[in-house]
């Protein structure tokens, strides 16, 4: 038997809670990784509250245990399975929520060998976990957008996980970045790349649109601000989104602009996208941010501490 931290209802923070459920054991093509770390995100609220039950029933058994980064120790390879890793390695990994292996809010979490690479070297545990999902949409959000080097891009919630880390990524691919900021995060948002900071909040499109009067060529939406970001646009601009239309919190009113639907879970299985991050990483590109450390036992107080805003960098649980 193994800990997880799963949900048997739907709820607040408080249905949150230690349980007890069988180990898993890596199959063929498969490898084991022994968590040590797991990163909290938005998307772990969705299933908490219920709001991803048509893609859990049928599919999975309850308890429904969130999670979707993990980092630690590789354990278990399966039979027959091709990878370069060896057991004792330590690894990160972008986790699913609605396959059989469950979320990374585990002691253990089997995976396909194509989902797990290299942690970076000289991290630990908890640092890795904070790079694999939102790093992972902040490249597929540039890939989507396809832009040459010195165009401008436009950030919103660029001090967020997903901001931070386009930013920065944006800076590797050789574009300009003009990125919005409150006050307080102003410096950190300047020290992660961005050119030019502008004051967050209502109207940001224009501010953006008064820095580069011609319009960006692209707007990464990860403040899901919507409609407002449209006026930063130049003719034929296009706009990246990191919430599918419908889903709770999604923007709206993106009319008469190219919309790109990041859908992170392209990017599950493309190993060579999470090890260039590793790379990355290593090189000091990007910046691995990390709030808050919780162990596993007290993950209502790290839903409720991200529920309440304002985190700057990532709240990780401990197992």
Avoid at 13 to 20: C, K, Q, S
Avoid at 29 to 46: E, S, Y
Avoid at 107 to 128: D, F, K
């Amino acid at each position: 038997m193994m800990k997880a931290v799963a949900v048997s209802e739907y709820g607040g923070p408080e249905v949150l809670r230690v349980v007890e459920i069988p180990e898993p054991h890596a199959g063929p093509g498969q490898v084991r990784v022994r968590v040590h770390a797991a990163a909290v995100n938005p998307a772990d609220t969705l299933l908490r509250i219920g709001d991803i039950d048509s893609m859990l029933v049928g599919r999975l058994t309850p308890p429904y245990r969130p999670g979707l980064d993990a980092a630690g120790i590789l354990d278990e390879i399966g039979p027959g399975t091709a990878t370069d890793l060896r057991i004792g390695d330590r690894v990160m990994a972008m986790v699913s929520q609605v396959e059989p292996s469950g979320g990374a809010y585990a002691e253990h979490v089997v995976l396909a060998a194509t989902q797990v690479t290299h942690a970076p070297a000289g991290t630990s545990h908890v640092e890795a976990a904070t790079l694999p999902m939102n790093g992972l949409t902040a490249r597929r959000a540039l890939d989507l957008l396809d832009l040459a080097a010195g165009e401008w891009l436009a950030v919103s919630g660029a001090a967020g996980a997903v901001g931070g880390y386009a930013v920065e990524l944006a800076k590797v691919d050789g574009l300009r970045v003009v990125a919005d900021a409150a006050p307080a995060d102003e410096e950190l948002v300047r020290e992660l790349g961005a050119d030019v900071v502008v004051p967050r909040g209502a109207g940001v499109g224009e501010r953006f649109r008064e820095t580069v009067p011609a319009g960006v060529a692209a707007v990464l939406d990860a403040a899901l601000l919507g409609a407002d970001v449209v006026p930063a646009l130049r003719d034929g601009g296009q706009v990246a989104i990191v919430r599918r239309p419908g889903e709770r919190g999604a923007a709206a009113g993106l009319t008469g602009v190219t919309v790109r639907d990041v859908w992170v879970p392209d990017y599950q299985h493309a190993r060579d996208k999470l090890d260039e991050l590793r790379v990355l990483a290593e090189r000091g590109r990007l910046t691995l941010r990390v709030a808050q450390e919780f162990p596993a036992e007290q993950a209502p107080d790290a839903h409720r501490r991200l529920e309440a805003g304002g985190a700057r960098g990532r709240l990780v649980l401990t197992f």
